[in-house]
């Protein structure tokens, strides 16, 4: 990365955690990912679920079809994900690798968050097999770190997560290639940072410039409600020491998160922020915080191609310092979603 007075030039990076949807919500909200990004890992938790190699290359094809009508639209290469069921066939797992298409499977547990009902309701107990194919084909495991269980408090479910899933599931599939999605806490970094064997972790723009008071200022704020939800500040401090510190376990994931304003704001409202439309300047924002503009390229654009062995782009982007206002509504579907921090002013802005 090249720092100037009023720019920063990067290479081009990638978004290793985003949702896309399906329909009219993908056709609206695709180019904004592709406008940043060059390469995205696409969420698989569609109703219903992506489970297998033929359905991941048809929604690819959905994808690439929705994206062709936005003609000022750069290259862009989705990275399609499976959605691990408890009855996932371990065959599978070849067809994903010899794909080239499928380049992770993601782990929800049932009922942890948007359209996880399907997910898994022990990981070991009834996915050994396909983990041992996965770990066999170098395909890595994304795991929504939160354990589920009601007797335990939200705010402590990625730290149980650890003890009651990832230690004994590193024990047992050590060379088991594991991303440990949107990491929310000190537990979560420190854990990532020091653990054996290939483990990452993405982390989100959310994470990283709030903590749980934005969700109550002034009110119920549902448009910072996401899970995992956001943590204490402690825990916001810690994302921002890891994501900009020299390990090269954690990388950008934004899981930005397409819900139509109404469904943000109705009684029982949907878990999830928008980010796509702003991303890199809403990371931007995070880094410059702590001053480590310069960690933001190894971050966004080094570190997650080095993990999912791809190579790294050939282009480069551009942002520009100067205000700028981040919409308050933005045109979606039919109706109107809600950007995270929205009616704010970021300092920095993508323009190229």
Not at 85 to 104: F, N, R, Y
Not at 236 to 249: H, P, V
Not at 300 to 323: C, H, Q
């Amino acid at each position: 990365m090249t720092v100037a007075t009023q720019q920063l030039r990067l290479r081009r990076p990638d978004d290793w955690h985003v949702h896309l949807r399906d329909g009219a919500v993908l056709q609206s909200v695709v180019a904004h990912t592709a406008r940043q990004f060059a390469r995205a890992i696409v969420m698989p938790n569609l109703t219903p679920p992506v489970t297998t190699t033929a359905q991941a290359i048809a929604y690819q094809q959905r994808i690439m079809a929705a994206l062709a009508t936005h003609t000022d639209a750069p290259d862009f290469t989705a990275l399609m994900t499976l959605y691990l069921t408890d009855k996932t066939p371990a065959d599978e797992i070849a067809k994903a690798k010899e794909s080239g298409v499928v380049h992770a499977v993601k782990l929800y547990p049932a009922g942890a968050t948007t359209n996880s009902d399907a997910g898994v309701t022990d990981l070991l107990k009834h996915c050994g097999a396909v983990l041992e194919a996965m770990q066999k084909h170098n395909l890595p495991l994304l795991v929504h770190g939160e354990v589920t269980d009601p007797t335990i408090d939200v705010f402590d479910r990625e730290a149980v997560f650890i003890d009651r899933v990832m230690l004994p599931l590193r024990k047992q599939f050590p060379n088991l290639k594991v991303v440990f999605e949107h990491i929310t806490t000190k537990e979560g970094a420190d854990y990532v940072a020091t653990a054996e064997g290939p483990v990452a972790a993405t982390i989100t723009p959310q994470h990283l410039l709030y903590n749980r008071n934005a969700i109550f200022s002034g009110g119920l704020r549902p448009h910072w409600y996401c899970l995992p939800i956001l943590k204490r500040e402690l825990h916001r401090e810690a994302l921002l020491a890891a994501a900009t510190s020299d390990s090269n376990r954690f990388f950008l994931g934004t899981d930005s998160a397409p819900h139509v304003k109404g469904q943000k704001e109705k009684d029982c409202g949907c878990a999830g922020c928008y980010s796509a439309y702003h991303a890199m300047e809403l990371y931007a924002a995070a880094f410059e915080s702590v001053g480590k503009l310069d960690r933001l390229e190894a971050f966004a654009s080094l570190n997650g191609p080095a993990f999912y062995d791809l190579p790294v782009n050939d282009s480069f982007i551009t942002l520009e310092r100067t205000e700028t206002m981040i919409p308050d509504v933005l045109d979606m579907a039919n109706d109107q979603i809600v950007p995270l921090a929205a009616g704010e002013s970021l300092n920095w802005r993508f323009v190229e």
